[in-house]
């Protein structure tokens, strides 16, 4: 399997600024698709971001669009989304997922059935 381990979540102002980190470890990492899904208290997992191995291809839930940003780094064995002109409804558990997922459609990347391998979970907490 592919282990991920989220990091970076923490409490901030509204408007603030928070760089989620997802550190891969196990099969490697260089050929899965990566996304991060939020979770916030009675509500399902959703949608926030994802990107091919290559970084070719990225992709962004509407809610997210123009203020998140995904990537990863060139050994591709690290993910990131860095979040910027948080909102108090970006307060969720966040977490990294990946994927050897060959599809590039928007539906299959942005379903979380789509993914066999999840982290932990990281809390964002956005305060207004």
């Known amino acids: 399997q592919v282990q991920l381990v989220e990091s970076g979540g923490g409490s901030v102002q509204a408007g603030g600024s928070l760089r989620l980190s997802c550190a891969a470890s196990?099969?490697?990492?260089?050929?899965?698709?990566m996304g991060w899904f939020r979770q916030a208290p009675g509500k399902e997992r959703e949608f926030v971001a994802a990107i091919n191995w290559s970084s070719s291809n990225s992709y962004y839930a509407d809610s997210v669009k123009g203020r998140f940003t995904i990537s990863r780094d060139n050994a591709k064995i690290t993910g990131y989304l860095e979040m910027n002109s948080l909102k108090p409804e970006d307060t969720a558990v966040y977490y990294c997922s990946a994927d050897h997922l060959l599809s590039s459609s928007y539906r299959d990347v942005s379903r979380a059935r789509s993914y066999d391998y999840w982290g932990q979970g990281t809390q964002v907490t956005v305060s207004s």
């Open positions: 196990g099969r490697t990492f260089s050929r899965y698709l």
